[in-house]
């Protein structure tokens, strides 16, 4: 760059490397190379600014300023004019000015910080820290008020995904609703009252925080901790308030409305249970899901299973052997349809086809090879366990 | 009877209504798991229940393996299988809390039983016996099975996908995106990605590959709200099925609406007419051309509706023009 001035150093901008004879103009020039909206035109102040702005407002991910140098394309470093570059460009900047050498290209071979797009440059010359933020890098003052700045300047991390919107690692740690919530308004959840035509339009939601994915969570609903609920744990966490004018319908708590269910069911046990009334302590174990009653039952069928079945309790083979039948006859025996095909899962790698490959499968175990084309209805008290160790039937006892 | 579009299946289970799932190669045979503590086959062809079986307790799942097996759990933490040609019972195993989803893998031939007790368990139906056991860190509240993937939704809003054939390692751990406890998952028929619903009348569309750019698709939008005197009731989505060969999807609410979306498109196809009560699960048959639709009430509300509202289960014949994407998708 041959017009630059000897001593002087002149506003440069950290983007493109193009020096400007007026902080103001660098000014301008950023916002209206780097930080504006390709979407709408809309000229932001920063590159998080930016970023933010094509979340919330388009939905679009930016993971590089506009026209910036491909080692430079950081969208998550707040930069305003020549506040907030990174001090190490900063002297790099300086240095390569000083050292006359053509700046024209000023590619700095030292890293600054892993480039999103995973172009590290590498390369030798004594970079200080190589994908280290200078620690002392200076909140930049020269903000505009009502910027996002707050929060931004911690920021700086320049390890962060390229997919990764813009809030520092730090906040989404600490996941302080308060302070996110004047700072990105949108991200406030919604189910504001004006909100929602129903769901007819598909507009995306405007908390582009929030369904961004993992990135910025938003404050958790369910204030259980990860982890933390036991099966047995009573403190059930509630369901958090969507605002004056809109209502959730559905039970306070936060559990699904099965386990509202089941637990209402235990304590009106009468409801459910016309079936197993012969067996005398299927009756009282019937609606109690404890685990303990659960696991006798295991045990009481395994020794059932066990017992010879000419020992059987004809009460016990009423319960297992024999399930309830409603009135219908097997299925096979009035549709000569697919579902006759006797086929059993095991033997067809894919989604089961019909009829076609009905002769393929070895027949079930104790049954001669000539009964597999019998119709369904004569299998039906056969001799034959057809899934395995099946409890017997008492017919063949 | 059959002539109209829409009609109620007779002889309905006694208790509220937990899962509807049609065969894989029939619209014939459609199979309900209910809180009565049955599980039945009807032939809905001819509008007549023809099987019936059951469990100790309510029942909160069931699918078919193939057209004359089934595999069912629920509250009496029990994995069973039916068959029907045989009406031969047996039970698979146990968890140690109850049975909240059951899936059938058909890719890799097996059966997936997710629980209460944080664990999903694996099942291999030629020899019934539990070929593992894999903890989910929650109570796990819905599953879909999308190719060789499982996508698990769990209490505490996680997403866990798994790889069915290498259960060794959680492929993604995500958060869900909706703020709201999660209600249910279900995965594309073209398996790029799932749609999932919360209890805040909402419906996100995810994609399961991590490239930034495939992820920048997603999205999610509200629904199943109405509004009423100035306030907005925001129902549960409870429900969720996808047209086997369109890739649309039909999501059911606590409202008793039932909508069709375009996930791809952001559209809404149609919406049908309110039911008398919550709808609380969906299911397209095979070829797509009917949509079974369980209506139960489900204590959303701490003062039930008077009368109380009857358990029913609607059959209803779909038109091309409900559940085709309006114009060609981009991406499928």
């Known amino acids: 760059m041959g017009r630059k001035k000897k001593k002087l150093s002149k506003p440069w901008c950290w983007y493109c490397n193009r020096e400007f004879e007026d902080e103001k103009i660098l000014i301008q020039h950023q916002k209206a190379k780097h930080f504006k909206c ?206 004056a004018s809109s209502k959730i319908i559905h039970p306070a708590e936060d559990i699904s409305l099965e386990e509202i269910r089941a637990r209402r069911l235990k304590y009106t046990k009468v409801t459910f249970q016309k079936q197993d009334e012969q067996i005398p302590t299927s009756s009282a174990a019937a609606t109690n899901l404890a685990i303990a009653v659960s696991a006798a039952q295991q045990a009481a069928a395994h020794q059932a299973k066990q017992i010879d079945a000419m020992n059987h309790h004809a009460a016990m083979m009423q319960r297992f052997g024999q399930p309830v039948r409603v009135s219908a006859p097997p299925i096979g025996m009035i549709h000569g349809g697919p579902i006759m095909s006797p086929m059993r899962p095991h033997m067809i790698p894919g989604p089961p086809t019909l009829i076609g490959g009905h002769l393929v499968r070895p027949p079930p175990l104790t049954m001669p090879p000539g009964m597999i084309g019998m119709p369904p209805g004569m299998m039906y008290g056969a001799p034959m366990f057809p899934t395995g160790p099946v409890l017997m039937q008492p017919r063949f006892r | 009877m059959k002539s109209q579009t829409e009609y109620k299946l007779t002889s309905p289970p006694e208790g509220a209504i937990s899962a509807v799932k049609f065969g894989p190669n029939t619209s014939q045979f459609l199979l309900v798991s209910s809180w009565d503590n049955s599980v039945r086959l009807y032939d809905v062809t001819a ?188 129902y549960p989505v409870n429900a969720i099925s996808f047209h086997p060969t369109y890739n649309t999807f039909a999501t059911g609410g606590s409202d008793g609406y039932v909508n069709i979306w375009d996930g791809f498109n952001k559209k809404r196809l149609c919406q049908f007419h309110q039911y008398h009560t919550s709808v609380t699960s969906l299911s397209f048959s095979h070829n797509g051309e009917v949509l079974a639709i369980a209506c139960s009430y489900f204590l959303e509300e701490d003062n039930p509706p008077k009368p109380y509202p009857e358990d029913i289960i609607h059959i209803r014949s779909v038109s091309d023009q409900e559940t085709r994407p309006k114009y060609s998708t981009t991406n499928t």
């Open chain 1, 38 to 243: 390709h979407i709408c035109h809309k000229k932001l102040y920063t590159g998080p600014g930016l970023s933010i702005h094509c979340m919330q407002v388009h939905k679009e991910t930016i993971d590089k300023v506009p026209n910036s140098l491909p080692h430079r394309s950081n969208i998550e470093i707040e930069i305003y004019g020549m506040e907030g570059i990174p001090s190490t460009d900063l002297k790099e900047h300086e240095k390569q000015r000083q050292g006359g050498n053509d700046s024209g290209s000023d590619d700095e071979p030292t890293p600054k910080k892993p480039k999103p797009e995973g172009l590290l440059g590498n390369a030798p010359g004594g970079a200080q820290h190589p994908g280290m933020m200078p620690p002392g890098m200076l909140p930049p003052p020269g903000m505009p008020p009502g910027m996002p700045m707050g929060h931004m300047m911690h920021m700086g991390p320049p390890f962060m995904h390229p997919g990764m919107p813009m809030m520092p690692p730090h906040m989404m740690m600490q996941g302080q609703p308060g302070p996110a919530k004047p700072l990105f308004p949108s991200a406030v959840p919604t189910s504001s009252p004006g909100g929602a035509v129903v769901g007819a339009d598909f507009k995306p939601i405007s908390q582009g925080s929030s369904f961004t994915g993992a990135t910025i969570s938003a404050p958790p609903t369910t204030n259980q901790p990860a982890g933390s609920s036991t099966p047995g744990s009573d403190k059930v966490p509630l369901i958090a308030n969507t605002g």
């Open chain 2, 47 to 234: 509008n007549i229940l023809r099987h019936k079986y059951v469990h100790d307790s309510p029942v909160l799942d069931c699918c078919f393996t193939d057209a004359v097996h089934s595999y069912s759990g629920g509250l009496d933490n029990t994995l069973k299988s039916f068959d029907f040609n045989t009406t031969t019972e047996s039970t698979i195993g146990t968890h140690n809390n109850a049975i909240k989803c059951v899936e059938y893998c058909s890719d890799v031939n097996v059966v997936l039983s997710g629980s209460w007790d944080h664990h999903v368990k694996l099942w291999d139906p030629r020899t019934p016996m539990c070929s593992g056991s894999y903890n989910q860190g929650e109570k796990v509240f819905t599953m879909s099975v999308c190719g060789e993937k499982l996508v698990v939704g769990t209490a505490g809003r996680k997403i866990l996908v798994w790889d069915i054939r290498n259960m060794s390692y959680t492929l993604q751990k995500r958060e869900s995106n909706l703020k709201y406890q999660t209600r249910s998952i279900r995965c594309f028929p073209n398996k790029q990605g799932f749609v999932l619903s919360s209890i805040e009348g909402r419906v996100a569309v995810e994609y399961l590959d991590t490239n930034p750019e495939i992820q920048k698709k997603k999205y999610a939008f509200k629904c199943h709200r109405i509004k009423e005197d100035g306030t907005e009731k925001i």
